[in-house]
């Protein structure tokens, strides 16, 4: 099969690598793609991925049978859709069901609407309104703004003051058209976990859970981010808090065929959890493979990507099959000093050879580029240092090893991904 995957960051390099992996993977096309995707497929730079015409041009040209669309803002604009009206099988929903990503208000007018377990909360088109609100609800609250923001429209406020310096940002343009509403929700307390599922027909097919780390910076503080790093399974998580968050995923992948919200959804859902003291809570929905989750959930799963995805895009659920390694998963992001906020790009990155020569590392590439011969960083999120052990000590134990095997100016990166968890349950009380 010929297949392009849409993106170029670290989930679509992870995804492009284990679908490489497939004997039925004859042509791989990544567009844009990255320094690390350049060694496993052929890098298309040229094409923007959030416009449709251009796409499907591109896949008739090159005869693709499958499409992946990685990113959200491709999802939101109707890539997906454009392919499918033209034959081609995507794995990827339509704009429609992208709403669930790309509005947090429709989103969660979703959850309402199925009862799914999910924070109380408030919307709001202008500034006065959500400062009335929060007014009336004290602290710690959470702010979002509605759009896509590229993971950082949302606040956690500890204070009122943190929360109206938001509301303030978020309409006075700091996400632009992202902002131009804001959800105000409860501030849920407990350990965050992601399940992601692959979607097709209504029916769901969870993968294991990760959990994510998002603050900047050691101790779970610093501003929101995309992501400093990851794992997979998640040890805290009970077997009723599974069964429970299973069971969301499946009521919320039934709701996409029915009314009121008729959707039409083949690709990944992701489901963002709170373990909260009464159950799982929703916190979002993701249209798409989530990131850096992708680069501990895929190095695990056993079966062929190919055979899936393509299940999934073809509408033929009965087809899909998972099965997954005992192994434990760690992933540690390498970002660029200052990061989320401003950050140099073009610094020469060593080690990375000397790094996947360790037995179980895959390095996968999020914000690079290659030049003159040599990987140079273009992005906040450089790299995603991922590493396979048989206890979570050992895995966690590996990937710091390999990161420390890697240099570039201004390498940043958390030192206690994973340490909460080892430490059990009590570490989040």
């Known amino acids: 099969m010929n297949i392009l995957v849409l993106g170029g960051g670290g989930r679509e390099h992870a995804i492009g690598w284990a679908l490489a ?24 730079a040229g094409l923007n991925a ?26 939101v604009a109707g890539v997906a859709d454009v392919l499918r009206a033209a034959g081609i099988a995507v794995f990827g929903p339509s704009a429609s069901c992208a709403r669930l990503e790309g509005s947090k208000s429709f989103s969660k007018e979703f959850m309402l609407a199925n009862g799914l377990p999910t924070a109380d909360y408030g919307v709001f088109d202008d500034e006065s309104s959500a400062l009335a609100y929060l007014d009336e609800h004290a602290a710690p609250i959470v702010v979002k703004a509605d759009g896509l923001a590229a993971g950082k429209g949302v606040v956690v406020a500890a204070t009122n003051e943190e929360a109206r310096a938001a509301v303030k940002d978020a309409f006075g343009g700091a996400f632009g058209a992202a902002g ?38 050691d101790g779970d503080l610093g501003p929101n981010t995309g992501g400093m790093g990851v794992y997979s399974p998640v040890p805290i998580v009970t077997d009723e808090e599974m069964a429970a968050m299973k069971d969301v995923m499946a009521r919320a992948a039934a709701a996409t065929v029915g009314e009121p919200f008729d959707m039409d959804y083949r690709g990944c859902l992701y489901g963002g959890f709170m373990l909260t003291p009464t159950g799982p809570k929703l916190l979002e929905f993701n249209a798409r493979f989530g990131d850096p989750e992708t680069q501990v959930v895929l190095p695990r799963l056993q079966s062929d990507l190919v055979d899936v995805m393509y299940a999934v895009a073809e509408g033929r659920p009965e087809d899909v099959e998972l099965a997954w390694s005992d192994a434990w998963a760690v992933s540690v992001v390498l970002a660029s000093q200052g990061y989320p906020k401003a950050y140099e790009k073009g610094k020469v990155i060593t080690g990375i050879d000397a790094a996947e020569a360790l037995d179980g590392v895959t390095v996968f590439h999020a914000g690079t580029k290659v ?52 430490r059990g349950r009590s570490a989040w009380e």
């Open 371 to 422: 030049a003159d011969g040599a990987v140079l960083t273009s992005g906040g999120r450089v790299l995603n240092v991922t590493a396979l052990g048989d206890s979570f000590a050992g895995a966690r134990e590996l990937a710091y090893q390999a990161a420390a095997l890697i240099d570039f100016d201004g390498k940043q990166f958390r030192t206690d991904i994973g340490a909460k968890a080892l």
């Open 180 to 217: 131009a509403r804001v959800v105000i929700e409860e501030c849920l307390t407990g350990p965050e976990c992601s399940l992601l599922a692959f979607v097709s027909n209504g029916k769901a097919f969870c993968m294991e859970p990760a959990q994510d780390h998002k603050r900047a910076y």
């Open 21 to 44: 992996k497939s004997p039925k993977c004859e042509k791989l096309y990544m567009a844009p793609g990255n320094g690390g995707t350049a060694g496993i497929a052929e890098n298309v």
């Open 50 to 75: 959030e416009d449709g015409a251009a796409v499907l041009a591109f896949a008739q040209e090159k005869a693709i049978d499958l499409v992946v669309i990685g990113p959200e803002a491709p999802l």
